[in-house]
């Protein structure tokens, strides 16, 4: 639906409107807006520099910027347990050999020598309430990426269906 014009979620925001096209290229008016925002784009769309680019393009002059963007050094479990951070470790040796990464766009450096000034990076644990969904994402991870994780010999394949199993086990565990 490239270039599509969609209708505002709620009727009574009448200056809203929604675009669907390439966050890369957007196609619109360049220095024209007050604040450019993206989430969870940066390590799906692989294109960091593009993306940078367009949103320095798009920013009107003393306009701003916000990246929200997931950072996988928050994928910790308390107590720790070691199946836990073998196959978080796994799902980011995958994402780095498919050339994404978790962490990359919350890295100060980037920004910085992208050009952009007074840069301010802040960082948000949150700790996953009994039940919470997100609870599962390493081993949703690991099943998305299994191809590449066993092509590549990151791990074998019986250890990961025992750190799997672990995994899920410790996600189901109130007292993590
Ligand atoms: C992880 S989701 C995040 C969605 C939303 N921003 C949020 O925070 O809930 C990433 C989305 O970006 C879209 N996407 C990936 N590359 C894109 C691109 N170059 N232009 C526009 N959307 C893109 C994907 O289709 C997916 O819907």
Redesign the pocket.
Known sequence: MRGSRLRPARQELTNVELVE????ATGLPGASFDLVH????FA??G?DGR?LAEMARLVRPGGCWRI?EPDSAAWTCVPARPAWARLTNVVRAAFSRGGATSTRATNYGMLRRAGLRDIQVRAAVLALADGHPYRGCPFQLAASLRERILEDHLIDQAELEDVIADCESVAADPGA
């Open positions: 096209d390439d966050a890369c993206v989430r969870i784009l799906r769309a294109q993306l929200e």
